[in-house]
């Protein structure tokens, strides 16, 4: 037996030590419940989305038998959306991956974990002896545990030396991250859940809540049927199941969003609308750089230069986007935009805004995120209970993993970075290694580091918990560069068979949700552990344990000098965020609840950053501080940022916008809800949603095949004209879950220069009859 897998199996002896010793009930602990029929119960949060929904687990016999909604999650009370009614099955599609595979010729055979991680640890020493540390490459996932990311950060960035780690959260939430930076100088949101029960007035942008956050969205309804005074708005671009229960869905052109935002703040600033008082105690104000590129050039960069402004100057800014104007460019009627402006603005109701996908895969996702800050600055609807902008996220962990542990080329932990000399001192000096070991320069966002496999400038990389073949825009160009040989090598650990694994050169099965510890971090900075409550099945393996044996065979086996690996990471990783307004607690405190909100002082959670009386941070008398922004004084910035057109309209050739995203019952690439039948049932092929009218003057019916294209590629696709989902005239959505329709080969590769996140929603495309 080899020293770090002994070393795991030693950990898993003082998990259960720990589990017994808290006194927790749960699987893992000497105390395990178990109910009348022989089952285990153990606590866990969702494998799905961002939500962070607190689920039972029911184990017989080494198995996973049953899940429920855990009745003692503040976050979903006990409820769960169909994919979480199924997690009890996503473990064990017929297919799991059980050995590892190494590719010989066109065949992939079965090798022991010696040979696998031998041959690729062999591949990662020629390629850093050949051409350098920045030919290796990591790319990760929101759904990675704390634990996960934290390793592969410090074996990338402090053990090998290159800042080649990125995760898939890029391609879904690095624009709510600037978005953040720039603004508030801090990521992650400034109020909670509770907002939902609390408030009486929610703008939804781009986000439809009731198929992608359905949990949260029957929060919001919920309170509308207590508060018959609750307003639900939703803006889209395609009618949706949110459409249908919002109290008013107003429809506008895809990227005109910007100039509805600034329309808005227009009309409080011309009606006087605006909070004086709160502008003057807690608001910069600040405009950037403009026309900014698009990042379709290989090797694109691109830095702002933000300058600062007065009030007067803003307004000014601000004059070019009367309400006439911004009709005229988005669709939406004047009426409308004025009405919109006056609930922003009213005194008396509590507004609450909240997006995902629409304003974060956008070639101005950062611009988006200002933009709907600036109104919640100007009204002074922010930092209270039941009134604050809130960015909802996608994956189990996309915030407690990419964002907070900083699995970004350019980050680390406690929204620090690569790019200032003193955050890689402190990095360094608790990861016991020379300083001048973390490079100073990020190197590739998602997009780029994938381009950079195509070209050859990396030469190995490792794809853990994601499907990038599948889910990269342009995919076409990145599917073909992963086989393009010439050196490149690309491993894959997974636990089902991918249209990534299909590419790889070594495939590596691993262990998922419960079958391992875990941390996960949700959209509200909740803080959720689990124990591991099954094994794996056959030889599939921790993905913290495979990073771990790459780093032994690397020669950094010194990184990673722990007895029971996860607790004592926990304990490290919380040196780089106390302090810092982001402290945690100790490991053994998330064993015990239901998760805790970040900042945690003393033992007690922060419901509302910035707030006096919530936030231990801010002291008394001084009722709101936006204290990581030391920069400016502890104040917030009101960005000018203009409109500017997406990367790619329509045109006579190509005459549809093109929007992909998510369907209820599947997530993401279908990896795991494809295994589950019912699922599939309910929801087996995507299609191509179009509206009636172009469907007619097409000769397309329902049923009919059609075929899309773009200028990257094409597809087949079934018509429905009268699904779920409603596309506006012009306008065709697909869902991007289904293997065997690579919708994504179509989108365009075009991201915001920012955030370096690609814009999913828009680009331009043709329909005609297959």
Same mark, same amino acid.
């Given at each position: 037996? $080899?020293?770090?897998?002994?070393?795991?199996?030693?950990?898993?002896?003082?998990? *259960?030590?720990?589990?017994? *010793?808290?006194? #927790?009930?749960? =699987?893992? +602990?000497?105390?395990?419940?178990?109910?009348?029929?022989?089952?285990?119960?153990?606590?866990?949060?969702?494998?799905f989305c961002g939500t962070g929904c607190g689920v039972l687990v029911g184990v017989r016999d080494g198995k996973i038998v049953a899940t429920k909604g855990d009745p003692?999650?503040?976050?979903?009370?006990?409820?769960?959306?169909?994919?979480?009614?199924?997690?009890?099955?996503?473990?064990?599609?017929?297919? !799991?991956?059980?050995?590892?595979?190494?590719?010989?010729?066109?065949?992939?055979?079965?090798?022991?974990?010696?040979?696998?991680? @031998?041959?690729?640890?062999?591949?990662?020493?020629?390629?850093?002896?050949?051409? #350098?540390?920045?030919?290796?490459?990591?790319?990760? +996932?929101?759904?990675?545990?704390?634990?996960?990311?934290?390793?592969?950060?410090?074996?990338?960035?402090? #053990?090998?030396?290159?800042n080649n780690i990125e995760p898939n959260a890029r391609l879904c939430m690095a624009s709510a991250v600037t978005g953040f930076m720039t603004t508030f100088a801090s990521d992650e949101p400034m109020g909670c859940y509770d907002d939902l029960d609390q408030g009486d007035t929610y703008f939804l942008w781009g986000a439809n809540m009731a198929e992608c956050h359905p949990v949260l969205f029957s929060r919001l309804i919920d309170n509308r049927l207590k508060n018959p005074n609750?307003?639900?708005?939703?803006? #889209?671009?395609?009618? @949706?199941?949110?459409?249908?229960?919002? $109290?008013?869905?107003?429809?506008?052109?895809?990227? %005109?969003?910007?100039?509805?935002?600034?329309?808005?703040?227009?009309?409080? =600033?011309?009606?006087?609308?605006?909070?004086?008082?709160?502008?003057?105690?807690?608001v910069v104000f600040k405009k950037g750089k403009t026309s900014i590129g698009y990042g379709l050039e290989d090797k694109f960069t691109f830095t702002d230069d933000p300058k600062p402004q007065t009030f007067d100057e803003y307004k000014e800014f601000l004059k070019l986007y009367t309400p006439e104007y911004v009709s005229k460019l988005s669709g939406v009627p004047v009426q409308t935009i004025e009405a919109v402006a006056k609930l922003y603005a009213d005194k008396d109701r509590k507004v609450n805004s909240l997006w995902t996908m629409g304003f974060n895969q956008h070639v101005r996702g950062t611009w988006a995120n200002n933009l709907v800050y600036n109104l919640h600055l100007l009204t002074g609807k922010i930092c209270k209970p039941g009134e604050n902008p809130m960015s909802l996220t996608g994956q189990p962990s996309a915030c407690g993993?990419?964002?907070?542990?900083? %699995?970004? @080329?350019h980050r680390l932990p406690a929204d620090m970075v690569v790019t200032n000399p003193e955050h890689r001192e402190k990095a360094a000096k608790i990861w016991g290694v020379d300083p001048k070991k973390i490079p100073a320069k990020p190197t590739y966002n998602a997009t780029e580091m994938f381009r950079a496999l195509d070209r050859g400038d990396i030469k190995v990389v490792w794809v853990q918990v994601t499907n990038p073949f599948q889910?990269?825009?342009?995919?076409?160009?990145?599917?073909?560069?992963?086989?393009?040989?010439?050196?490149?090598?690309?491993?894959?650990?997974?636990?089902?068979?991918?249209?990534?694994?299909?590419?790889?050169?070594?495939?590596?099965?691993? &262990?998922?949700?419960?079958?391992?510890?875990?941390?996960?971090?949700?959209a509200e900075r909740r803080t959720q552990q689990w124990f591991k409550q099954v094994d794996p099945p056959g030889e599939a393996r921790n993905d913290l344990w495979q990073t771990i044996e790459l780093a032994r065979l690397l020669g950094h086996g010194n990184l990673f000098p722990y007895?029971?690996?996860?607790?004592?990471?926990?304990?490290?990783y919380r040196l780089f965020n106390a302090g810092q307004g982001k402290d945690l607690a100790p490991y053994e405190d998330y064993t015990k609840s239901r998760g805790l909100r970040w900042p945690v002082v003393n033992g007690k959670e922060t419901l509302y950053r910035y707030a006096e009386g919530y936030d231990p941070y801010v002291k008394a008398g001084e009722g709101i501080k936006f204290y990581k922004n030391k920069k400016d004084d502890?104040?917030?910035?009101?960005? &000018?940022?203009?409109?500017?057109? &997406?990367?790619?309209?329509? $045109?006579?050739?190509?005459?549809?916008?093109?929007? %992909?995203?998510?369907?209820?019952?599947?997530?993401?690439?279908?990896?795991?809800?494809?295994?589950?039948?019912?699922?599939?049932?309910?929801?087996?092929? *995507? =299609?191509?949603?179009?509206?009636?009218?172009?469907?007619? !003057?097409?000769?397309?019916?329902?049923?009919?095949? =059609?075929?899309? +294209?773009?200028?990257?590629?094409?597809?087949?696709?079934?018509a429905d004209l009268r699904g779920r989902g409603k596309a506006e005239k012009g306008n065709v959505f697909v &869902?991007?879950?289904?293997?065997?329709?690579?919708?994504?080969?179509?989108?365009?590769?075009?991201?915001?220069?920012? +955030?370096?996140?690609?814009?999913?929603?828009k680009c331009a495309v043709k329909l005609e009859r297959a």
């Open positions: 037996m $080899d020293v770090s897998r002994r070393d795991f199996i030693k950990a898993s002896a003082a998990a *259960a030590a720990l589990a017994a *010793a808290t006194g #927790g009930k749960f =699987v893992g +602990s000497a105390e395990a419940a178990m109910d009348t029929s022989g089952l285990k119960w153990g606590k866990a949060p969702c494998r003692q999650s503040p976050v979903n009370k006990g409820l769960n959306c169909i994919k979480g009614y199924f997690l009890s099955k996503i473990l064990y599609g017929k297919d !799991r991956l059980t050995k590892p595979l190494i590719r010989k010729g066109d065949k992939m055979v079965e090798a022991s974990w010696e040979e696998a991680m @031998t041959l690729i640890a062999g591949k990662f020493k020629e390629a850093i002896a050949t051409y #350098g540390p920045d030919s290796v490459a990591i790319y990760g +996932s929101g759904q990675w545990t704390v634990f996960e990311g934290y390793a592969a950060s410090k074996l990338f960035k402090g #053990g090998i030396g290159t609750v307003k639900i708005i939703d803006f #889209g671009t395609r009618h @949706t199941r949110t459409s249908q229960m919002a $109290d008013q869905y107003i429809k506008f052109v895809p990227q %005109t969003d910007l100039a509805l935002m600034n329309g808005i703040a227009h009309i409080i =600033v011309r009606d006087k609308l605006y909070d004086e008082n709160f502008i003057k105690k807690h993993t990419t964002r907070e542990v900083g %699995t970004f @080329t889910s990269l825009p342009n995919l076409n160009r990145y599917r073909k560069g992963a086989r393009k040989g010439d050196g490149r090598f690309v491993i894959v650990s997974d636990i089902y068979p991918t249209r990534s694994t299909e590419l790889a050169d070594v495939i590596l099965p691993s &262990a998922s949700w419960v079958e391992k510890e875990g941390v996960f971090g949700n007895e029971y690996v996860e607790k004592e990471m926990w304990e490290e502890g104040k917030a910035v009101i960005w &000018a940022r203009p409109y500017e057109p &997406a990367a790619e309209s329509p $045109d006579k050739k190509y005459p549809f916008w093109l929007c %992909t995203g998510r369907v209820l019952e599947h997530w993401h690439t279908g990896t795991m809800t494809g295994r589950v039948p019912e699922l599939r049932r309910a929801y087996g092929a *995507a =299609v191509c949603e179009l509206h009636p009218e172009d469907a007619k !003057r097409l000769g397309i019916k329902q049923g009919s095949k =059609v075929k899309l +294209s773009s200028r990257r590629g094409s597809i087949v696709l079934t &869902a991007f879950f289904d293997e065997n329709k690579l919708i994504n080969e179509l989108c365009i590769d075009a991201y915001c220069p920012i +955030s370096g996140e690609p814009d999913y929603k």
